[in-house]
């Protein structure tokens, strides 16, 4: 089945406080180890209500550790998480928190509609069975039987089973796995529907273009710990510096890779990519030692390059402030 909270106890509903501020999920001090492997080393992290996170990361960067200690699915070797002022299994329980995660599984014997109605009954307020449906984008599939889904269809049912708990705070890990790009567009435009009512959603995702265009804010974790937190342009800023592409006839990276400013570099045929700390020493020692190079193209770092930089094991040690 999936899984997901499920609650018994009456939702609070979207626009009520359960705790100071305006706070959906307040992290303090958060640490959870393996055996010898620190997988969330002491975060910090507050997310306001209506906010629309992407926590962004590594493999083993410590993304699903966190997400499970906020679901209360993992219990935290110290500190401590608060979803709308309660602890995770008392926010579970008020029908606040619903999630969609990627080893969720959906009953082999059952129509798309009997999963969501069995979800829609374990909560105090769900959202209609059709709505929920109709919002994942899944209501022409309700008769079908999970074994005929195919792997994009079966992840808009999960968020169908997600959204019909009708939560305050909704977790999804790789939402769009599996969909191709018609589908990928229409689920975002639905998250859009659902944060416009004042939800919160947190997302982790190997998309980053998503993250770039439907985040308010960007979380990026690198080896348990945070080391960037901020809008999409604040996270780009961070990583300051250009994208210098050239084509440069009987060029060689190694010799590009000597020129001023210079950080990094790939090479294809002709074609060159060059991460640069700045543009200008860069080009003007390029168009000195190739004066036949041409197709200058400079460009700031965008989502990709600066999540790159700044979660690669060269980066500077991250910091939680």
């Known amino acids: 089945m999936e899984k997901t909270a499920t609650a018994t106890h009456e939702s609070a509903g979207p626009g009520t406080e359960n705790g100071p501020g305006d706070a959906a999920i307040h992290i303090s001090g958060l640490t959870k180890r393996y055996n010898e492997r620190v997988a969330v080393d002491g975060v910090d992290l507050t997310i ?17 550790t966190t997400v499970d200690m906020i679901l209360g699915l993992t219990r935290p070797d110290s500190g401590t998480v608060t979803v709308f002022g309660r602890t995770p299994t008392e926010a579970i329980r008020a029908s606040q928190v619903c999630a969609m995660l990627q080893e969720g599984t ?3 014997d059952a129509s ?10 374990l909560h105090a307020h769900p959202m209609p069975v059709a709505e929920a449906l109709r919002r994942a984008g899944v209501a022409d599939l309700a008769k ?15 968020f169908a089973v997600a959204l019909v708990g009708n939560p305050d705070l909704l977790i999804l890990d790789e939402p769009t ?13 639905s998250m859009r529907h659902f944060t416009d009512e004042g939800r ?25 710990k945070i080391v960037r937190d901020g809008t999409v342009s604040q996270i780009k800023s961070a990583a300051s510096g250009r994208i210098l592409r050239v084509v440069v006839p009987g060029g060689d990276l190694g010799q590009l890779l000597k020129l001023p400013g210079v950080l990094d570099g ?3 045929g002709d074609r060159f990519e060059l991460k640069c700390s700045a543009s200008d020493a860069p080009v003007q020692a ?17 989502l990709e390059e600066a999540f790159l930089l700044l979660t690669s094991d060269d980066a500077k040690p991250p910091t939680n402030s």
């Open 112 to 121: 798309v509609y009997d999963i969501v109605a069995m979800v829609a009954a």
């Open 200 to 224: 919160t959603v947190v997302f982790a995702t190997h998309y980053l273009e998503e993250a770039e265009e439907f985040a308010d804010r960007v979380v990026l974790m690198r080896h348990g």
């Open 286 to 302: 390029l168009l000195a030692m190739y004066p036949r190079a041409h197709d200058i193209e400079i460009k700031s770092m965008g």
């Open 106 to 108: 959906l009953l082999e």
């Open 266 to 268: 790939t090479q294809r």
């Open 144 to 158: 079908q039987r999970s074994t005929r889904l195919s792997g994009g269809q079966k992840q808009r049912v999960r």
């Open 48 to 64: 306001h209500r209506g906010e629309v996170v992407a926590l962004l990361g590594p493999n083993g960067a410590g993304k699903s």
């Open 177 to 189: 796995a599996a969909m191709d790009v018609a589908t990928r567009r229409e689920f975002w435009e």
